[in-house]
Structure formats: C-alpha cells, structure tokens
C-alpha cells in the first residue's frame, strides 16, 4: 500500500496509544529483571496541563521508555495530589454556585461534596498526559486521598509524635485570611511593593510631648501594648519608663528599652504588637506584655480592636489613616518599597497569627537523620545539575520547625483528641483507641466527651510519603513491591519543591526505610517565553499545550520542549521550535516514502558499500556519544545529536550517496542494509518522539506487525572505524565547495565540471571518489603537480582542489576569497590555541575533547600553510 504523501499525527498517536494500551505494555510486575522505577511527581488534582507539566512529563517519558527498551522492568507511577488549600478552594466555588455556604455544612456533608468533585474533576490533567505520549503504568494510579494512603499519614503523624519529633505549640504563623488557613515558611512568596510609611505621633501621658513611631500597618495599632527604643539611644532615655498614649483607642502602654530595636532605621521607636508581628510577640513575652488581636480569620477587624470593627483590614488601613490624620496624629508619610509576603496558592497577604499550631522538630529529625543532608553532599544522591547541592545544605543549615496543621476540612484529619477543656487525651487512629488510651492514663476520669483536632496536616506531609505509600511501603513495609521497586531510580522536578518536596521525601526515606528514595535527581528549568518572562496566565504568554499538540503533534511539542532544556537552566520556549519537530516529524516521513518507494532488483552494488559502511560506523560513534549524555542527563544533548544524525548524515548524504538513478531499481543488499540503519536510527530517536517511530518501524518491516518498538531492543555500539568517518567528512565538504562553485557559476546540473587537487594529507577521499563525482557532476577528479589556470580553489582536509568551470578566474577575487579564509582560519587557531593552554582545560576535560581540540589545532595549521601557498601563487 502507498505511504500517504502527507503525515498525519492525530490520527497516528490517537491510534498508536491506543495499541499500547491494549496491548498492556507500560505496565510492571515485579519479576527477575532490573527493575527501573520513576514517580511522577503527583500533580494538583485541580490541575490542568501546563508547559512545566509537559516539560516535566516529557523529561520522564524519555527515561522510563529508553529503560524500557534496555530491557529492565521499567515502572512510572502516576498519580496525583489532594491539594488541600486550593481543592477546597474549588468546592467553595462549587457551593457557592450552588447557593450553598460552607458553613451551613457539617464536616461530612461537606467531604461529600469534595469527593463530588474530585471524581467529576480531578482526573482531567492525567488524561491530558496521555495526549502527550506519557507512558505510566495507569494500572498504579494513586492518589494522596485514597484510604490506604491517608492511613499512611495517619500512623505516621502517630509514629513521629512517640518519638518525640511532632509537637503542639502557640507560635507566630503564617495565615492566609482569603484560604483561612496557616501556611508553611515556603508556602509564602516575598516580593518587593509600593508601600507607605506613616509617621505617627504617640502623647507623653501628662505632657505635651511625644514619641513618633514609623509605622506601614496603622490597621494594627489598636493591638499596641508597648512601644520600645534601644537603651543606648540618647534621644529618648527620658522616656523609658514613662507612659504613652496609643491613638485610635487612647490606650496607656508603657515605654520599653530593648537592644533588638535598631537606634538607625525610622525613627528607633517601635511599636510593640504581639499579636502581629514574629518579633513583637519575642519581646512582648520577655516584657510579659498583653496580647490584643485585631483582626478576625478572614482579616476583618475584630472587636478586640474596639474601633473600625467589621471592616476588611485594607479599608481599616485608610480609616485609620483619615482618623489620625483628623486627630492631627501623622506627622507625615512617605512611599517605601516594602518586602510583602503573599500566599502561594491564593495570593492573599499573609497575616502573621499566633495560634496554637502541630510542627515537626526540625532540628531533632536531621539530628536522627545525618543521611538527609550527608547523602546529597557525597553524590549518594545525585543532583543534576549539582550546583543545586549548595541550595539544598543552605535550607537545612537555616531550618525552622515545620507547621503542618492546616484550618481546612479536604485532606487527613490530625488524629489528636482533646477532653472538654481542651486538654489534649490521646493522639489514636480512632476515637476508641483515643478513650482506651485516655482512660488508661486516667482511670477514674469524670471525662464524658473526646473531641477529635478540627485541623488537617498539610498536603505536602501526605506527599513527603509518596515513594513509599505508592508501593504500600506502610501497610506493609516488606511487602514484594517496595522490596522490588525502592529506592526508586530518578526523579524529575523543579527546583523550587527541593525543599517543600524534594528534601521531605528524603527525610521520609531514611526514618522510615532507612534508604534513600531515589538515586538521582534532575531538576528542570522554569519555562519562560523567548522574552525571559515567566509564562503565566496573567501574561498570557502560556500556549494552551493541547493547541500546539493539535498543531504540531505530540513529536513535534516533545521535541521543541527538550531542544531548550538544560539541566537546571530555565528553558527559553519559543513555539518555532515546535515547528522544527514538525517539519523533523515530516523529514523523517519523506525519507520512509523515498526508501519504501523504491523498486528492488536482486544483487549487490559494490560501489555502495563504503556509503553503508560509513553510515554504519557513524551510527556506532553517536550510540557511544548518546550513551555519555544520557549518564550526564544531558538530555537536550542527547536530542541535538540525533537531529543532526538523522537529517544531515543520513536524510542530507547517506540516501543522498546511495540512492539509485533516477527511475532505476535498487540492489536488494543496499536496500536490506538500510532498512536496518532506519530501523536502528527510529529505535534510537523513540524515547523523544515515540509515536512518529512507532509508525515508521512498522512500515519498514511487515515482521513488526503484532509488535511494538516500545519494546524493541535498544541500540548497541559496535567498533567504529574513526579513519572511514574522517574521510567521509572530507568527502562531504568537498562535495559541498563544488557544488557552492558551480552554483556561483550558474552551472546547469546536467553540465560536468573538471575537478584537480593537489597536496598530502593523513586523510585520502579516495575511497568516496566515485561518490565525489556522482555527487558533484564531475567530469573527472584527477590529482596534479601543477597549478591549474583559470580555475576556482578552495582547500579542504590538507589539499588544495581547483574546479573547471569553463569561466575566466578573476585573480582579484580569487585572492580576497582566500586572504578572509585565512584570517577566519588565524583566528580560529588563536581560540584552540587558548583552550589547549588552558591548564585547567586540559586537567579536566575528557580525554576524547582535549584530543579533538589538538586536532582541530593540527588541520588549521595545515590548512593556514596551503592558504598561504595559493596566496603567494596568484
């Protein structure tokens, strides 16, 4: 049957997903082969596909498919995360739409609700992966929420409180009055923000005098019970001791020295509000000072304030600014850039709270655990890139207790019980298991009531476990599947999770297993658009990635993410790359039609082989270079060298060397050796642009029906023979000058030019010649000991070629042609030269460079000398 002219890629991915499916083959069991295990970093279940997901997707799927292909049981997990803040967030909405509040819910009313939702919702983003190509083993599907792993968290949460590592304490936190909930340190983003500074005059009790406090939070000075200055500053020594007048509520707070106050910044008198500030609340505790708050959860002022009580804490602001203002209390303002700390999920401004609150003893738990940090430092776990090490000892160096009980209802529940004072009884799975507990170390207690903790953990104290709860790790921690599948071999994230994530599940690794979690980490790049601007919706500078996967095929976006994306680096997206995997997607096309368009005759053309065996040793050289990529998860690198495989040796010169004349059969050996170099080059390319392959592998050969390349054999090297290489180069470029000859001369292709050369080189192209003058149209390739007249020259690999093109030479030309080539040749050389002087260069690049690099320096000498010879002779 005729291969369609054009290439389809919807129909084809739509097809071929399909057949894996089918034919089950990204699924894993535990048996006696290497196992390779992935998990894919479980997106929100709110979510929809973005480019960091296509990225991050992408990067996997080409790991776990080239493992696949190398023969071990290859396992990606998908799944995906309850997202506590922002799928509650979502439900509200739901209610809302509804006319439903959420506070007319009890709490299962409302998880009936959530779980309506997460059903009708929450699996939109993993379809989506398969659009992509994603090949997970969706038979493993998890979710953070499901019961065996919720309990998993619960027993956890158990099992660190005996030890000693949890903890409930009153802390100044952070809390988002838009979500209602504490967030974490990292959960809240700083950013610099136009802000104004309020200089407000505070009286001197009994006096005519004043204090001026700087202020950007007049909204919270009714919670002021102090203010305090710097003992050693002179300037308000006299007042220590005395009492002050807070405006709004004409409050008496005394005056307070502390070393903590900066004598430099305002006007070194600081307003002292527990309440609202981390380092108030450190010193009114030291002072024994009363705590005042003034707003409610939802950042609304409360009747603790006395005053502006009801109003948003924004409008408070510009009401308590006009109320001092009338009062004749601001003694001026000024606009300040002020650092602001916003909330990363609904990007509200963070409040700080005190609030009694479960963490984790931070401190204590690296204390137990050296590994956590110490593994990661000695390349026990790899980073790529390993800069990103420095980043990851920073955090743990700078610690803080982790916060993990959240004000929602979405996610595990704390299982701490509280008797009717409050107290806390037990924490317990069940509130059975709390009394048994309770009355235990209570017998005879009058307690009629336990309460369960209204609060959840954090979402992240669910995916810290995600490693091991995939594989029931907790349920039964010697349970076949862990055993077989962790540690697990890489993992592909962001950089901006090493600490929320990254490091969790390595902590999660060592207390639990006692093994890390993974071997290798790779962390991808934030994707902006060509302008450096990171994508966003705001921006709208974010492509829809299922609008370019119906423009440019699953390939085509594939690769156009991976040609831009070191490890690490941020990855600079620019849509034409995805219109070059197109246009590769139809490249690789043309060349099936033009092979499989051929007729075939019995016999060998001997004249052939050089060409087969040349594309034959270069596919052998670029195996051995992918390989050392691959190690390297140079990825992008990995990709490039295929691309330039594909297209320039074996689209642009090896069908372009054998190809039969015109209207002429093809010999069965020639045909039958590159069917086999096709089919190495698909299985080669099929981790990157898996359905593309899959189509064409099974076009070239009507035995691959029933199969798939998913998995076929991955290509091995074999010897390469560099000499054959070399001299095909030289081929290539010689060809490549005639031919830039002849068009200059406006030759028509039927005309034949006469070709001589002359010179010694390590390198002979005689090999090639009848390639060269088939190629080329030369009449004849002759060498001589003389300088032809009236001839074109160029100099390549160490000779010195003159063309007949039947044109008189114009010697003036001819001569500027050769003095700018052997400038850009001087130059050239200067740069080896550099490099290869270079002792740090030399110490520690690869052998395999600092050899190429001498080379370079020994063919540009050499081709400096035959320059300046035809210089010299014209």
């Not at 838009?178 to 700083?190: D, G």
Request: aromatic residues 12%.
């Amino acid at each position: 049957m005729e291969l369609p002219k054009i290439y389809d890629p919807l129909q084809t991915e739509d097809k071929w997903y399909a057949y894996w499916l089918q034919k089950n083959y990204f699924h894993s069991e535990p048996d006696d082969r290497e196992p390779f295990t992935i998990v894919i970093p479980p997106p929100n279940v709110t979510g929809v596909l973005h480019m960091g997901h296509m990225l991050n997707n992408t990067i996997q799927d080409v790991l776990v498919r080239k493992a696949r292909m190398e023969g071990k049981n290859a396992c990606w997990v998908p799944g995906t995360d309850h997202a506590s803040i922002a799928t509650e967030a979502k439900v509200v909405g739901m209610l809302r739409e509804r006319g439903i509040k959420k506070s007319e819910l009890s709490r299962d009313e409302f998880m009936k609700y959530a779980w309506e939702w997460k059903e009708k919702y929450g699996g939109i983003i993993l379809e989506q992966l398969k659009k992509l190509g994603a090949s997970c083993d969706w038979a493993r599907t998890r979710f953070t929420m499901e019961e065996s792993m919720s309990e998993a968290v619960v027993d956890v949460f158990i099992d660190l409180h005996k030890k000693g590592l949890i903890y409930r304490g009153l802390r100044m936190i952070n809390w988002d009055p838009q979500a209602k909930t504490t967030l974490s340190n990292e959960e809240v983003l700083y950013s610099e923000e136009n802000s104004q500074l309020y200089y407000v005059k505070y009286r001197v009790k009994d006096s005519e005098d004043y204090m001026v406090v700087a202020t950007v939070r007049p909204e919270t000075i009714m919670g002021d019970v102090a203010v305090c200055v710097n003992p050693k500053d002179e300037r308000y020594t006299r007042l220590v001791g005395k009492t002050v007048i807070v405006p709004l509520v004409n409050r008496e707070v005394p005056v307070i020295a502390d070393e903590y106050v900066d004598i430099e910044f305002g006007t070194g008198a600081l307003k002292i509000t527990p309440a609202h500030d981390a380092n108030d609340y450190a010193i009114g505790t030291k002072f024994n000072l009363e705590v005042i708050d003034c707003f409610n959860e939802d950042g609304t002022v409360s009747a603790a304030a006395q005053v502006f009580i009801g109003e948003d804490r924004f409008k408070a602001r510009k009401l308590a600014f006009e109320k001092l203002q009338a009062d004749g209390l601001i003694l001026k303002t000024e606009n300040i850039l002020n650092k602001v700390g916003r909330s990363e999920r609904t990007n509200a401004v963070v409040e700080p709270r005190l609030s009694m609150q479960w963490f984790v003893d931070m401190k204590k738990f690296f204390e137990k655990n050296p590994q956590v940090l110490q593994d990661v430092m000695n390349d026990g776990i790899i980073f790529f890139p390993s800069n990103l090490k420095n980043t990851y000892k920073h955090w743990i160096d700078n610690v803080r207790d982790w916060c993990i009980s959240r004000q929602l209802w979405w996610g595990q529940r704390i299982p701490a019980w509280y008797d009717e004072q409050g107290n806390l009884a037990a924490i317990a799975r069940t509130e059975a298991e709390a009394w048994e507990q309770y009355k235990k170390s209570n017998p005879g207690t009058s307690v009629k009531h336990l309460k369960q903790d209204e609060d959840v953990v954090d979402t992240w104290f669910s995916s810290w476990l995600w490693p091991i709860s995939v594989f029931d790790g907790f349920k039964d921690p010697n349970n076949k599947e862990i055993n077989y599948y962790y540690p697990t071999n890489d993992l592909v994230t962001a950089p901006e999770i090493m600490f929320f994530w990254v490091m969790r599940m390595i902590m999660a690794g060592y207390e639990w297993r006692g093994e890390k979690p993974f071997r290798n980490v790779y962390f991808t790049g934030i994707v902006r658009d060509k302008l450096r601007r990171k994508m966003s919706k705001s921006l709208g500078n974010s492509p829809d990635p299922l609008e370019l996967i119906a423009q440019y095929g699953a390939d085509g976006v594939r690769m156009g993410m991976l040609l831009c994306s070191p490890a690490g680096n941020d990855i600079l997206f620019d849509e034409k790359l995805c219109e070059q995997g197109r246009n590769f997607s139809n490249k690789l096309w043309n060349a099936l039609r033009l092979v499989k368009g051929w007729e075939i005759k019995a016999g060998t053309n001997v004249g052939n082989k050089v060409a087969i065996e040349w594309m034959q040793n270069k596919l052998n050289k670029v195996i051995e270079e992918l390989n050392d990529s691959y190690k390297d998860y140079r990825l992008s690198e990995v990709l490039m060298t295929l691309y330039k495989l594909i297209w320039d040796d074996f689209c642009s010169w090896y069908l372009e060397l054998i190809k039969p004349d015109y209207l002429q059969p093809i010999d069965r050996y020639t045909y039958e050796k590159t069917i086999l170099i096709f089919d190495s080059l698909v299985r080669l390319l099929h981790p990157f642009m898996p359905f593309i392959t899959e189509e064409i592998w099974h076009e070239l050969n009507p035995a691959n029906e029933g199969n798939s390349i998913c998995i076929a054999t991955y290509p091995q090297a074999g010897e390469v023979n560099k000499q054959l290489i070399e001299e095909a180069t030289l081929a290539f470029q010689i060809i490549s000058n005639i031919r830039e000859i002849r068009a200059k001369a406006g030759m028509k292709n039927q005309e034949t030019v006469a070709v001589f050369f002359s010179g010694k080189s390590d390198i002979p192209f005689n090999a090639f010649g009848e390639k060269i003058i088939k190629l080329a149209r030369l009449s004849k390739l002759k060498e001589t000991d003389t300088e032809e007249a009236n001839a074109k020259t160029f100099i390549a690999g160490g000779y010195q070629f003159y063309v007949i093109t039947g044109e008189e030479t114009d010697i003036e030309a001819e001569k500027v042609k050769l003095q700018k080539e052997l400038e850009y040749t001087r130059g050239f050389l200067v740069s080896v030269n550099k490099k290869l002087s270079n002792e740090r260069f030399v110490a520690s690049a690869p052998p395999q460079v600092v050899e190429s690099e001498q080379r370079k320096k020994e063919d540009a000498e050499k081709k400096i000398s035959l320059l300046e010879q035809a210089l010299s002779q014209l």
